[in-house]
Every structure is written in C-alpha cells, then in structure tokens.
C-alpha cells in the first residue's frame, strides 16, 4: 500500500509570492489533515478535509487555504507569503471515521520563504 | 483550547529503561497520541491512549490517567535507534468530529552507549 505523498518536497519562494502545496493520502484514506512544523512552535493544526469539506480549522491566518478534491487528495494555499512561513508542511491522512483516527504523515514540504 | 508540555531533551542509555512525561490541560479531550519523529522525516504513530490505564506494543508502552491530565511514554531495552523526538498530542472532543490534534513540542531522546 502507498504511502502518504507531497509534492513538491522543497520550495523556495519571496515574500508576498503564493504557494500551493499537494498531497496524495493512503488510497481508502477520507481525511487530510495539514501540519505546520517550526523549530520554535513544533507541530500546529492548519485544517482537517473529510469528504471534500473542511471538518476542523486551527488558528491561522485567513491567507492559509485548502481543499480536498473528490479523490481525497488535498491541496493548500498560503497567499502573501511571510518569512515567517518558512516550516515544513507535513500532511497525514486516516481513514475519519472509527477510532482511533491513526493518521499517517507524509514527508513533509519544506518552504523557504526569502 | 489545549494546553501541552513534555520535557524538552532527556539522555539515556543503550539497554536502559526511559520514561517520557506528558501533562495536558484541555477543555475537551478525545485521545491522547504518542509519534515518534527521527531527525528530517516524517512523524510515525506509536500509541494511542482514550482510557485510563497502561497500553503496551512491544518496546514501547503509553499510560494516561484523565482525571491528572497525565501520560507517559515508556521505551524499555533502549537502542541507538531511538534517538528522535517524541511527540506528545492531544485530541479535542469536537461535535463534528475528526481530527485536530495539538501537539507538545517534542522530547528529544539521545541513546548513548
């Protein structure tokens, strides 16, 4: 069975540029969930997809976006880039429904932003 | 909101026994989560804990006590390959359901010889 993918894996970008980040879940997986990873904030929930609808939402900034298409993979959106989105975006994928919602990460994208 | 807190770094032995904390604060609680994180990859699962008690898979067991906010991770017969980071997250109780975890910030293990 595949694993969780994240394309790309690096990204440079400048400061007000905007990035779409993408991620294919295990195949059968219904939830997406993105993660922002920084050194000084560790793992941050940015939103949860489940069905092509956004079930949960953590505390970012509106410039922060996603979708879930009807195969289940999902993109993000950051608009109006910051230094301080320079993290890796990691992505993890699980079943949504049953217990215990074991999510699997995929390897992460990691965004420069200069 | 949730609030999350793991030691920052912790040094133990190759063959030893290592106890990782974990204290939560939380306004609704639905599964507490350990994941196990090496240096440039990805998180991978390791435990996962909803009720009371101590929940054992091989090397590695998780305890939770709800009514102390309270877990631990225990690594037992240490090896240099758990050198990582370990992750401590917790699940909020949401109407909707799903899935939004917040984590702690990590314990950085080192195994030495």
């Known amino acids: 069975k595949a694993g969780v993918t994240q394309t790309p894996r690096y990204l440079i970008k400048t400061r007000g540029q905007q990035v779409t980040l993408s991620c294919s879940p295990i195949s059968g997986h219904r939830s997406v969930s993105w993660y922002q990873q920084t050194p000084g904030q560790g793992l941050q929930f940015l939103f949860e997809y489940f069905s092509e609808t956004q079930r949960n939402k953590g505390n970012f900034p509106g410039r922060f976006s996603g979708r879930q298409f009807s195969n289940s993979r999902s993109e993000m959106n950051v608009s109006t880039l910051e230094l301080g989105d320079s993290a890796l975006y990691l992505c993890?994928?699980?079943?949504?429904?049953?217990?215990?919602?074991?999510?699997?990460f995929g390897p992460g994208t990691r965004l420069t932003v200069t | 909101g949730q609030n999350i807190d793991q030691p920052t770094e912790m040094t133990a032995t190759e063959g030893a026994i290592v106890q990782i904390n974990c204290t939560y604060q939380?306004?609704?609680?639905?599964?507490l989560f350990w994941y196990q994180q090496h240096a440039g990859e990805a998180p991978t699962f390791l435990s996962y804990n909803v009720l009371d008690g101590l929940e054992e898979k091989g090397r590695f067991s998780s305890f939770l006590s709800r009514s102390k906010g309270y877990s631990y991770l225990l690594l037992k017969e240490l090896q240099m390959k758990d050198s990582a980071s370990y992750l401590c997250?917790?699940?909020?109780?949401?109407?909707?359901?799903?899935?939004?975890?917040?984590f702690g910030t990590g314990t950085q293990l080192k195994v030495e010889l």
């Open positions: 939380t306004s609704g609680f639905n599964g």
């Open positions: 997250a917790v699940r909020d109780r949401r109407r909707g359901g799903g899935n939004k975890l917040t």
């Open positions: 993890a994928s699980s079943t949504g429904t049953g217990s215990p919602y074991e999510q699997y």
